[in-house]
């Protein structure tokens, strides 16, 4: 039964205050690739692709 199941998401929507198509070129020119529909979307990754895209991000923020 369909009730019976657990129901789990691996994605995270989240907010950069900048253009979303802009954070996510930006990303895709280091290889990270996420979603932008007015917000951004990223998938939970292993340990070290999390990593590699929360640095990857951290460095584009601070370029605004």
Do not use: W
């Not at 907010?15 to 990270?32: F, G, S, W, Y």
Request: glycine share 4%; aromatic share 10%; net charge neutral.
């Amino acid at each position: 039964r369909s009730s019976d199941l657990i129901h789990c998401a691996n994605f995270i929507y989240f907010d950069t205050h900048h253009d979303p198509k802009e954070i996510r070129a930006a990303l895709a020119e280091r290889k990270i690739m996420i979603s932008a529909f007015g917000f951004n979307r990223v998938s939970v990754g292993t340990e070290e692709q999390n990593k590699a895209f929360i640095a990857a991000l951290k460095e584009i923020l601070a370029a605004y």
